[in-house]
């Protein structure tokens, strides 16, 4: 069993719709990152996370540390939100373990 | 700022060859990652730095995989001799402490 795991592994959805992609890990951490990336391969940091949520623009992301749990919403939902969605966590110190990625299509 | 540089973006090689990729992390962060991803096993650590020095290289997969990191400004990744399966997209990125990550744009390995 990996120790990020993320559902789904695909997601379709029409434009506006709300989005939610959950992660579950099951190690101890220091933090947990959410990253974007686009088709073209470049990696984006969204949010890094240690409690409670944090929000940036249409882009929500929450965690529950004692359910080792984390989610990311995207509201209002836009094509140009299509990417894969990857969920990754700090084991102590700086090292990062990934999970496997969400890939989110929005159709017009 | 720049960003994280990586060169080159795409690297077509024979098998048995040498190959050599190159990151330029932001200036003023201390801490540089190289990571390696497939489709197979997703995204990878394979080596980090702190302060130029290497802190953990566990996930660098066998002995023809060598990092280095001569100055704060510069880091080179080196796989000799290169194999098929070593065909990857390998990123760099850089952080101020533990704060957020900022990754290269990526080099694309193939290995023929």
């Known amino acids: 069993k990996n120790e990020v795991e993320q559902s789904p592994q695909n997601l379709t959805a029409q434009e506006g719709e709300f989005i939610t992609i959950n992660c579950s890990y099951s190690?101890?951490?220091?933090?947990l990152h959410w990253l974007q990336q686009h088709p073209g391969g470049g990696i984006v940091s969204l949010f890094m996370?240690?409690?409670g949520k944090k929000k940036h623009g249409r882009l929500i992301a929450t965690i529950n540390i004692q359910e080792k749990h984390s989610s990311l919403h995207i509201t209002a939902s836009h094509p140009r939100d299509s990417a894969v969605y990857i969920c990754?966590?700090?084991?102590?110190?700086?090292?990062?373990?990934f999970g496997q990625g969400t890939r989110l299509t929005i159709n017009p | 700022d720049a960003g994280v540089i990586q060169s080159p973006r795409h690297e077509v090689t024979e098998m048995g060859q040498e190959v050599t990729l190159r990151c330029k992390p932001i200036s003023g962060h201390d801490y540089l990652f190289w990571y390696r991803q497939t489709m197979m096993r997703g995204l990878e650590l394979l080596i980090y730095f702190n302060n130029n020095v290497p802190i953990d290289d566990s996930g660098m997969p066998e002995d023809r995989f060598s990092a280095k990191m001569p100055n704060a400004s510069f880091s080179t990744l080196k796989i000799q001799p290169s194999e098929p399966r070593d065909s990857a997209v390998y990123f760099c990125?850089?952080?101020?402490?533990?704060?957020?990550?900022?990754f290269g744009s990526g080099t694309r390995l193939t290995v023929v």
């Open positions: 990125a850089s952080s101020l402490g533990p704060r957020g990550y900022t």
């Open positions: 990754a966590v700090n084991r102590g110190a700086q090292k990062l373990v």
């Open positions: 996370l240690s409690s």
């Open positions: 190690v101890g951490i220091s933090a």
